[in-house]
């Protein structure tokens, strides 16, 4: 029996826009369950990517940045919103935020991960790609905010992973990038897809777009 998160569609009442926000939108849905009726509060989000990038040594790229819902510097992976629009690639979404993050391009990528960050009280969908065969970019950008004194460290594989399983880490991108690479690397990175693999969990994103946040994006 295939073990599988299967799409499931029940009919809509009216939807209400809650909150316009500046990144996302907080929408509340009617939903013909069954014999009942609920309503139903969420995050309506553009969904995002996120990029694992490691070198000849193995190690990764982990990127340190302040979050201020949690008021924590978080270690996290090079990541970003699909805000081009729903027909954005997600491919050339994650490259450009590995350029405009690490500074750094890639040769060979592949898709890694898809996952639902917060399945019931969000629609955001995130893709980590893996990305291989580095180099600088010639690109330059203007960070600011929060992305304006980003930390990079490489680190080994093996090194992350101890703190993850240590409990020293909790960004959920950084900590299924993580374990989904070092248990593919066991596997012979055999069940890496490719980069282009059809994405059946991203949004369609909000109805109503949201305001553009000044100082970059928020993944």
Known sequence: ?????????????????????????????????????????????????????INERDEVLLISQYRHPVRARNWEIPAGLLDGGPDESPLVAAQRELAEEAQLEADRWWLLHDFWNSPGGSNESIRIFLARDLRTSPL????????ADIETRWVALDDAVDAVLAGDLHNPALLQALLVANESRRRGWANLRDAATPWPTRSPGPEVTPRALEGGRRA
């Open 1 to 53: 029996m295939t073990l599988r998160d299967e799409p499931e569609h029940h009919e809509l009442g009216a939807r209400t826009l809650l909150h316009r926000g500046w990144v996302w939108n907080l929408v509340d849905d009617e939903v013909h369950y069954g014999d009942a009726t609920m309503h139903r509060e969420y995050v309506d989000h553009t969904s995002a990517v996120a990029v694992l990038a």
């Open 140 to 147: 330059e950008f203007d960070r600011k905010l929060e992305e």
